[in-house]
C-alpha cells in the first residue's frame, strides 16, 4: 500500500485560510468515506483533528474543515493562528481492510 | 480519560528481537480494536498493525498487518491485564522508528483515535 501523496510544505500569513491535498487512488481515498487528518507538534504523538472527510472531535476548532473530491481530499485551516505550524497527516482506509498515512505536510505561519 | 503508555523500546541489534508493551486506562479497553503505528526518525507515520477487540457479544482478536512487517512483527493482547503488544523479530535497520499505540474508533477499525507518547526502537549494530 503506497503512501497517500501530500505537498510538502505549505504557509500562510495569520489570517489566512490555506488549504492541504491529499491524494489516493480509487483503492482508499476514492472508495470510501474514511478519511482522517491528524496535527502533531514536534516530539509530540498525533493528535485527530478530522474524521470522516469533514467531522471534527470535541475539542478542535471550527476552522480545521475537510472534503473530498475523487481520490483527493483536503483539509482547510482559515483564519491561520500561531499554534497551527505543525506537520499535517491525512489517512484513509483502504480496500485491503488496513489504514494509509500521508506523506505529510509542514504548514509554516510566516 | 483515555491513557495509552507505550514501553519496551530501546537498542537492538539486527536480527535481533523486541517485545513492546502499551498499558491501557480510562476506557473498556476489550471493546476496541488497538494499533501500532511507527515513525522513522524525521519521517511520516506509518500504519503497521491492528488487532480487532469485541462487539460486546464476541471477541474476535483478528489481526492486520502492513505489508512491510508481516512474518516479523505479531501483535497480541491481554484484555485482562489492558496491555496490548508487538513481538518484533528479524529486525532491521528499517524498522527504527518511535512506536505508538493507539485506541482506534470501536470494536473493529484500523483508524487511530487516541495515541500514547510512543517508544523508540533503535536497531543498530
Known amino acids: 500500500q503506497s503512501a497517500l501523496t501530500q505537498p510538502a510544505s505549505v504557509s500562510g500569513s495569520p489570517g489566512q485560510s490555506i488549504t492541504i491535498s491529499c491524494t489516493g487512488t480509487?483503492?482508499?481515498?476514492?472508495?470510501?468515506?474514511?478519511v482522517s487528518w491528524f496535527r502533531q507538534y514536534p516530539g509530540k504523538a498525533p493528535q485527530v483533528v478530522i474524521y470522516?472527510?469533514?467531522n471534527r472531535p470535541s475539542g478542535i476548532s471550527n476552522r480545521f474543515s475537510g472534503s473530498k473530491s475523487g481520490n483527493t481530499a483536503s483539509l482547510t485551516i482559515s483564519g491561520l493562528q500561531a499554534d497551527d505550524e505543525a506537520d499535517y497527516y491525512c489517512s484513509s482506509y483502504t480496500s485491503s481492510d488496513t489504514e494509509v498515512f500521508g506523506t505529510g505536510t509542514k504548514v509554516t505561519v510566516l | 480519560e483515555v491513557q495509552l503508555l507505550e514501553s519496551g523500546g530501546g537498542l537492538v541489534q539486527p536480527g535481533g528481537s523486541l517485545r513492546l508493551s502499551c498499558a491501557a486506562s480510562g476506557f473498556m479497553f476489550s471493546r476496541y480494536s488497538m494499533i501500532w503505528v511507527r515513525q522513522a526518525p524525521g519521517k511520516g507515520l506509518e500504519w503497521v498493525s491492528e488487532?480487532?477487540?469485541?462487539?460486546?457479544?464476541?471477541?474476535?482478536?483478528?489481526?492486520f498487518y502492513a505489508d512491510s512487517v508481516k512474518g516479523r512483527l505479531t501483535i497480541s493482547r491481554d484484555d485482562s491485564k489492558n496491555t496490548l503488544y508487538l513481538q518484533m523479530s528479524s529486525l532491521r535497520a528499517e524498522d527504527t522508528a518511535v512506536y505508538y499505540c493507539?485506541?482506534?474508533?470501536?470494536?473493529?477499525?484500523?483508524?487511530?483515535?487516541?495515541w500514547g507518547q510512543g517508544t523508540l526502537v533503535t536497531v543498530s549494530s
Open positions: 488487532i480487532s477487540g469485541s462487539d460486546g457479544t464476541t471477541y474476535y482478536g483478528t489481526t
Open positions: 480509487s483503492s482508499d481515498v476514492g472508495a470510501f468515506n474514511y
Open positions: 493507539a485506541k482506534a474508533i470501536n470494536w473493529r477499525s484500523p483508524r487511530p483515535d487516541s
Open positions: 470522516d472527510i469533514n
